[in-house]
């Protein structure tokens, strides 16, 4: 069975630091991308950031580049956002998703999420 499972999330003060994580199981993990998004009330879902399988570069939205930095521990088939100097902003849904390469258009597996609230 597939699963993808986010943990991590939780509430932290306005300029402050979390770390999310997402452990795979299920598939080759080696093969797969591992995109984050998140979706805040009445929002639509953004993507966030990517870690590529095939050569380990990371991607990031504009809106968390230089505060979030994606990880991976393949041995542990678990990637990390790692997240900092958080803003009310970042309040959202975050997921983790695995697809054969960052920018496919859809994702092949999805973990449930884990919130995160930032407070001013």
């Known amino acids: 069975e597939v699963q993808l499972v986010e943990s991590g999330g939780g509430l932290v003060q306005a300029g402050g630091s979390l770390r999310l994580s997402c452990a795979a199981s299920?598939?080759?993990?080696?093969?797969?991308?591992i995109g984050w998004f998140r979706q805040a009330p009445g929002k639509e879902r953004e993507w966030v950031s990517c870690?590529?399988?095939?050569?380990?570069?990371?991607y990031y939205a504009d809106s968390v580049k230089g505060r979030f930095t994606t990880s991976s521990d393949n041995a542990k088939k678990t990637v990390y956002l790692q997240m900092n100097s958080l803003k009310s902003d970042d309040t959202a849904l975050y997921y983790c998703?695995?697809?054969?390469?960052?920018?496919?258009?859809?994702?092949?597996?999805w973990g449930q999420g884990t919130q995160l609230t930032v407070s001013s």
């Open positions: 998703a695995a697809a054969s390469d960052c920018w496919e258009a859809e994702y092949d597996y």
């Open positions: 299920g598939f080759t993990f080696d093969d797969y991308a």
């Open positions: 870690i590529s399988s095939h050569d380990g570069r990371t």
